[in-house]
C-alpha cells in the first residue's frame, strides 16, 4: 500500500513568516490532496493536484506536486493566527479495487501572534 | 446547505458495551467512509461503502461493523471486541467520479470509561 510521509510533524511560525509543509510518497501519486483540519473537528479540503509539476493557490496558501509526481508541497506566504492548525496530506490509493485515500500523519502548525 | 452530520459529538461508553455513531449526508454521494484518528497519527480506514448494501473493510475494521441501507446513512458500531475504542471518529462522503475529494464531517470524540 501507498505509505506518506509528512515533514515536519509541527512547526511554531511567528506571525508574517513564510512556511512549507512536505508530503512524500513511497509511489508514484495519482491524485494527492490536502486538507486543513482544526483540532477536534472534521477535515477542510484545501486543494487537489493531479499532474506532474501542477500548481495551484488559494489566497496565502499554494500547493505543488512535483514533476516525478512523488512529492507535494504546501507553502503559506505572511502566516497569519487563523492559518493555525493540522495539516493532512491524502493520496489517491489506485493499489486496491475501490479508490481510497491514503493520509499522512499530519502537520501541526502553530502560528504566534 | 448541504453537508455532512455526525452525532453525538462527544460519547463516553463503559468497557464491554457497544456503541453506535451517526453518519448522515445530504450530498447525494454514492461512497462514503468512516476514519479513525489517534493523537498525533493521520487517519485510519476502518470501512468504506461505494454503494447502499455494499460495504468493505479498511485497514483496520476489527472490533467495528457497519451498515448501509440508505444512501444517506452509514452508521458505524464500535463493539466490546474493539480492544482500544478510544479515539476521534470521522465520516466522509465522496461523489466517485474523476475526483476522489472527500467531504468530511465534524467528528465523534469516543471516551471509554
Known amino acids: 500500500s501507498q505509505e506518506l510521509e509528512q515533514s515536519p510533524q509541527s512547526l511554531i511560525v511567528q506571525e508574517g513568516k513564510n512556511l512549507t509543509i512536505n508530503c512524500t510518497s513511497s509511489?508514484?501519486?495519482?491524485?494527492l490532496y490536502w486538507y486543513k483540519q482544526k483540532y477536534g473537528e472534521g477535515l477542510i479540503f484545501l486543494m487537489m493536484?493531479?499532474?506532474?509539476?501542477e500548481e495551484k493557490s488559494h489566497e496565502k496558501i499554494t500547493a505543488k506536486l512535483d514533476e516525478k509526481k512523488q512529492q507535494s508541497s504546501l507553502h503559506i506566504t505572511a502566516s497569519q493566527p487563523s492559518h493555525a492548525g493540522i495539516y493532512l496530506c491524502g493520496a489517491d490509493d489506485v493499489s486496491g479495487s475501490a479508490r481510497q485515500l491514503t493520509f499522512g500523519s499530519g502537520t501541526q502548525l502553530t502560528v504566534l501572534p | 446547505d448541504g453537508g455532512i452530520t455526525q452525532s453525538p459529538k462527544y460519547l463516553f461508553r463503559k468497557e464491554g458495551q457497544n456503541v453506535t455513531l451517526s453518519c448522515e449526508q445530504n450530498l447525494n454521494h454514492d461512497a462514503m467512509y468512516w476514519y479513525r484518528q489517534d493523537p498525533g497519527q493521520g487517519l485510519r480506514l476502518i470501512y468504506y461503502s461505494q454503494i447502499v448494501n455494499d460495504f468493505q473493510k479498511g485497514d483496520i475494521a476489527e472490533g467495528y461493523s457497519v451498515s448501509r441501507e440508505k444512501k444517506e446513512s452509514f452508521p458505524l458500531t464500535v463493539t466490546s471486541a474493539q480492544k482500544n475504542p478510544t479515539a476521534f471518529y470521522l465520516c466522509?462522503?465522496?461523489?466517485?467520479?474523476?475526483?476522489?475529494?472527500?467531504?468530511f464531517g465534524p467528528g465523534t470524540r469516543l471516551t471509554v470509561l
Open positions: 509511489k508514484t501519486l495519482y491524485g
Open positions: 493536484l493531479q499532474k506532474g509539476g
Open positions: 466522509a462522503s465522496s461523489k466517485r467520479d474523476i475526483s476522489n475529494e472527500q467531504f
